[in-house]
């Protein structure tokens, strides 16, 4: 799209609890996007959060919207297991496609999905807005420095209570599960840190009655003999684990709050000279990832969280659930009743 065009219009695939802080508010931020329409399976959920959140027009079906002409975007935050189906059908009917993470069920989908990307010539990006804040660049530059020297291992956690009854990220049906959730941001920053894929060496987890994991631990290793491991875990006493440590061999890199580093982060440095710490500010990760996406629309920027990048990091997820014992997610097209 030109940038002299009409502004991007995006329409929200279901009335998410995420959309007003992952798209919505910063929408308002960014020059030449607007949200345009949002859809529900209950046309009154939608008028609902349409008329909350100033939308112009409101979409009884998901098919009716994809099909809506003035909509160029379809903002994808349906359950995991809906990813797949309802992103390759906004890209069939030539709309690009902004879809929350983990992109799909399984590699397999994100292959199928991948592979409609290009067959339709649509933008498809995996929304890891944790990847578009400056703190992720500034550990990418500390490492390149060789201020902690080679690095040997990585380490990431993120665990966050989530209570809720009924929540669909505990449903078995679509494609629920820590390592879906959670999991899918540790291991993203593992690779990416890495650059390089990891093999799964173990991996544990406490599963819920449902079947999901309710937590997952596991190693993984490279080819060149670097480490890492991670943990997430949807059920824990404590309120917020969000972290990560980078071991050098001469030092190592201490992050806190690597996912929502607007809110707070810290990045704390140490070698045997002494320690420093810093901040690294910026605007918000939802606010970054949209300008990113809307440019790599309108101009064809490549954007670190697509493609090949959204396919590897659902291969790993798939070898720690094979490591754990556990199925692989698989894709839902028809799923028992949700409210959206």
Known sequence: MPETSHPLRIGILGAARIAPMALIAPARRTQGVVVAAVAARD???????????????VHGSYEELIADPEIDVV??????????????????????????????????????????????????????HYRYHRLVARLLEII??????????YEAEFVVPIVRGGDIRYRHDLAGGATMDLGCYVIHLIRTLAAAEPS?????????PSGIDRSMSAELAFADGRTA??????????FLRVGARIVGETGSIDVFNFVGPQFYNSVRVRRADGSHRERVRGP??????????AAAVRDGTPLPTEGEDSLANMRVIDAVYDAAGMARRMPCERPAPLAG
């Open 200 to 208: 799964v060496v173990r991996a544990r987890a406490v599963e819920a």
């Open 144 to 153: 390149a420095s060789g201020e902690i020297g080679p690095v040997r291992h």
């Open 229 to 238: 491991r991670f943990h997430c875990s949807m059920w824990s006493p404590r």
């Open 284 to 293: 918000g990760t939802y606010v970054e990832q949209l300008r990113a996406f």
């Open 75 to 128: 903002y994808n935050p349906l359950p995991n297991g809906l990813h797949g189906l309802w992103s390759i059908r906004a890209m069939e009917a030539g709309k690009d496609v902004l879809c929350e993470k983990p992109l799909a069920a399984n590699a397999d989908e994100a292959q199928q999905m991948i592979e409609a990307a290009r067959r339709h010539e649509r933008r498809l990006v995996e929304a890891f």
């Open 43 to 57: 046309r009154a959920r939608a008028e609902a959060f349409a008329r909350k959140h100033g939308i112009a027009r």
